[in-house]
């Protein structure tokens, strides 16, 4: 298997522990273990007690009755547990796919989307989305991209890097093309819950077509990247079985701790979507005027979901060094457009509390630019 560096992950190795605001990050606020067992009484004399052996590798029976209440219609047996979306995505597309098969993703995106699949050996093709057409999605585009042998569209709502939601026609469109082809949709939902009005929440891909298969996560929007566990849920129980007879090659089941803290957290999960949605939502407007304040700089279209943004940067300057200089300088972390193949944006995050804290810091540094 031959795959490129992940540059997302590469730049986030080199700055994520040494920079001391993250602005850029994609994760919401987290919480200690302490904080997740006293949301529910009990949970800590559990968790101590439960032995460090295997898990079942779909998950557990409690983690997946868990998992199976975020969505309607989905029962745990459509629920495989992961360590975390980065394997759903791995574990996904080198059981589904391989030489021979065409794949559709929606760029930009998270790179293991794109990069995984091509290191499946599968012909790709990037449907993509565009700053300056205010990121729609061409539907047209993507219809004719469909060839005989596309057996995968990959879709992301919410999005990274842009923070927007796709809209519910545009959902439902990318469902009818592929259901009437039989073609698999995978839907990377790691951002839901975290609309910034819950009323603009989508339906889970699984809901609602039997060949689309939902990517979810403690990571992004209860804040529990540190749990590495995540699922895939799909109602088609040979695309399941599929995908976990390659998870045997990869992790073989769960975290037997993680799966015990995921349960009691999804359980509560609204108490921690909450907490992060007023986060996201207090922070939000501040960086919104700074970007106006700051317009000869940075320009966007504001994002309804999730807790990053995707600016325009307006200087002809090299995007790369810019961000570089103010994590050295300020010590403030954002993430060059570059990495996503967007030479002329940064990805922006507002999911952590001291986001004011760290937006004083980088107006200091281009106050002192200027
Ligand atoms: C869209 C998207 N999918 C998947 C992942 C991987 O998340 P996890 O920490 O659950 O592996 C990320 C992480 O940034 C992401 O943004």
């Given at each position: 298997?031959?795959?490129?560096?992940?540059?997302?992950?590469?730049?986030?190795?080199?700055?994520?522990?040494?920079?001391?605001?993250?602005?850029?990050?994609?994760?919401?606020?987290?919480?200690?273990?302490?904080?997740?067992?006293?949301?529910?009484?009990?949970?800590?004399?559990?968790?101590?007690?439960?032995?460090?052996?295997?898990?079942?590798?779909?998950?557990?029976?409690?983690?997946?009755?868990?998992?199976?209440?975020?969505?309607?219609?989905?029962?745990?047996?459509?629920?495989?547990?992961?360590?975390?979306?980065?394997?759903?995505?791995?574990?996904?597309?080198?059981?589904?796919?391989?030489?021979?098969?065409?794949?559709?993703?929606?760029?930009p995106?998270?790179?293991?989307?794109?990069?995984?699949?091509?290191?499946?050996?599968?012909?790709?093709?990037?449907?993509?989305r565009?700053y300056?057409?205010?990121w729609?999605?061409?539907?047209?585009?993507?219809?004719?991209?469909?060839?005989?042998?596309?057996?995968?569209?990959?879709?992301n709502t919410p999005h990274n890097p842009t923070g927007l939601l796709?809209?519910?026609?545009?959902?439902?469109?990318?469902?009818?093309?592929?259901?009437?082809?039989?073609?698999?949709?995978?839907?990377?939902?790691?951002?839901?819950?975290?609309?910034?009005?819950?009323?603009?929440?989508?339906?889970?891909?699984?809901?609602?077509?039997?060949?689309?298969?939902?990517?979810?996560?403690?990571?992004?929007?209860?804040?529990?990247?540190?749990?590495?566990?995540?699922?895939?849920?799909?109602?088609?129980?040979?695309?399941?079985?599929?995908?976990?007879?390659?998870?045997?090659?990869?992790?073989?089941?769960?975290?037997?701790?993680?799966?015990?803290?995921?349960?009691?957290?999804?359980?509560?999960?609204?108490?921690?979507?909450?907490?992060?949605?007023?986060?996201?939502?207090?922070?939000?407007?501040?960086?919104?005027?700074?970007?106006?304040?700051?317009?000869?700089?940075?320009?966007w279209i504001k994002p309804n979901a999730g807790?990053i943004g995707f600016v325009?940067?307006?200087?002809?300057?090299?995007?790369?060094?810019?961000?570089?200089?103010?994590?050295?300088?300020?010590?403030?972390?954002?993430?060059?457009?570059?990495?996503?193949?967007?030479?002329?944006h940064?990805r922006?995050?507002?999911?952590?509390?001291?986001?004011?804290?760290?937006?004083?810091?980088?107006?200091?540094?281009?106050?002192?630019?200027?």
């Open positions: 298997m031959q795959i490129k560096p992940f540059r997302i992950e590469h730049y986030f190795g080199k700055y994520e522990f040494t920079t001391r605001y993250l602005l850029s990050s994609s994760d919401a606020e987290s919480r200690t273990v302490q904080e997740l067992l006293d949301l529910e009484p009990g949970a800590q004399e559990c968790l101590l007690k439960q032995r460090c052996g295997y898990t079942e590798s779909p998950g557990g029976p409690a983690l997946r009755q868990a998992i199976s209440g975020i969505y309607r219609g989905i029962k745990p047996e459509h629920v495989l547990a992961v360590s975390a979306a980065e394997e759903g995505i791995f574990v996904f597309y080198h059981a589904l796919v391989g030489p021979g098969d065409h794949v559709i993703v929606e760029i995106c998270y790179e293991s989307a794109l990069e995984v699949a091509r290191s499946t050996g599968a012909q790709i093709s990037e449907w993509p565009r300056e057409d205010g729609v999605h061409d539907l047209a585009a993507l219809e004719k991209m469909i060839q005989p042998n596309t057996k995968i569209i990959y879709i796709m809209p519910a026609n545009v959902l439902q469109h990318v469902m009818k093309l592929a259901s009437s082809r039989g073609i698999l949709v995978f839907c990377d939902e790691v951002y839901r819950e975290l609309e910034h009005d819950p009323a603009n929440r989508l339906p889970a891909a699984c809901e609602i077509y039997e060949r689309a298969v939902s990517l979810g996560s403690m990571s992004k929007s209860y804040g529990l990247p540190g749990l590495r566990l995540g699922w895939l849920v799909c109602k088609d129980a040979e695309l399941l079985a599929r995908c976990l007879e390659f998870k045997y090659y990869t992790t073989i089941c769960s975290s037997a701790p993680s799966e015990i803290l995921t349960a009691v957290a999804l359980r509560h999960r609204e108490v921690l979507a909450q907490r992060n949605r007023e986060i996201v939502l207090r922070n939000l407007p501040l960086l919104d005027s700074f970007f106006r304040q700051r317009a000869n700089l940075f320009e807790p325009h940067f307006k200087p002809q300057r090299d995007v790369f060094l810019f961000c570089e200089d103010v994590a050295r300088k300020a010590g403030v972390l954002l993430l060059p457009g570059t990495v996503y193949d967007q030479p002329h940064i922006f995050g507002y999911g952590r509390k001291n986001m004011p804290e760290a937006l004083a810091h980088l107006s200091a540094y281009l106050d002192a630019q200027a």
